[in-house]
């Protein structure tokens, strides 16, 4: 049996959450907490966490929801990998979804599966049927609690300047993860089946309204496609935009524009 690893990402307070995520301890599953915390020296781990062999703790100081990701994949362990925050929720039957997923296709390195709200709807539409990237059906996309992986995937990591955290770039982290898991030949596909319960939106859903979502759009098309074929698609989805102003397109297609610059003047 495949042992499963969920590599929770955490943040100050937010390391008293994760207890309540756990599950009583099963063979083959286990959690690695990454808490990023003002000094390391000074952090400490509550103590509903320390009692518990199926569970450790690596602090890091900093910020950045990619860089955490990054921390806890380095000290990964377990055979098939969960990318998890403290307020996702999980089953038993999560962990045998993920297991028979995997089992399914044994040739898959990345696999992503639905994620629910806390009352169970889904966290947003998603595609009915299976598929393998990079033939996402149009408006899918892939978040990152909604993604398993093999360990053998980790030699990559997520690009820091995107994400929670980031500086300048707000979200796009996946994306640009799973483009490159996919450029080093990896296989990723989509099983349309709940995995997990989460209380958070994904921050995409904020695209009309938020300028740094808005330039994590066009450093992301950057990345995907270059300098012509970003500049090409942001033309494009401002175009389709009917209910915004002439003058919301405009700052929407500039906010793009700064993304794009940002990562062709790197």
Not at 85 to 108: E, G, K
Not at 179 to 189: K, L, M, P, S
Not at 214 to 227: D, E, I, N, P
Request: charged residues 15%; glycine residues 8%; proline residues 5%.
């Amino acid at each position: 049996m495949e042992s499963i690893q969920l590599l929770v990402c955490t943040q100050g307070e937010g390391i008293h959450r994760v207890p309540a995520m756990l599950l009583p301890p099963m063979p083959g599953v286990s959690y690695l907490i990454s808490w990023q915390v003002p000094q390391v020296q000074h952090a400490e781990v509550p103590q509903a966490l320390r009692g518990r062999d199926d569970v450790r703790v690596v602090c890091q100081q900093g910020r950045g929801l990619a860089r955490n990701r990054n921390h806890a994949l380095t000290y990964a362990s377990g055979d098939i990998l969960v990318l998890a925050d403290d307020d996702c929720r999980y089953t038993a039957a999560s962990f045998q979804l993920i297991r028979d997923a995997f089992a399914q296709a044994p040739h898959a390195h990345i696999i992503a599966f639905q994620a629910a709200d806390t009352e169970g709807r889904p966290l947003r539409s998603y595609p009915a049927a299976p598929y393998r990237y990079p033939h996402l059906p149009r408006g899918a996309y892939v978040a990152s609690v909604e993604m398993c992986m093999r360990r053998a995937a980790t030699v990559l990591a997520f690009d820091e300047r995107f994400g929670l955290g980031a500086p300048y770039l707000c979200c796009g982290e996946e994306d640009v993860f799973l483009h490159q898991a996919h450029g080093r030949g990896y296989v990723i596909e989509y099983v349309p089946q709940v995995m997990v319960q989460t209380s958070a939106g994904t921050t995409g859903t904020r695209f009309l309204t938020d300028a740094a979502v808005q330039r994590s759009k066009g450093a992301v098309l950057a990345m995907l496609y270059g300098f012509w074929g970003a500049l090409a698609r942001c033309l494009w989805q401002v175009s389709v935009l009917r209910s915004c102003s002439l003058m919301q397109r405009f700052r929407i297609l500039h906010h793009m524009w700064q993304g794009v610059r940002y990562i062709v003047s790197a």
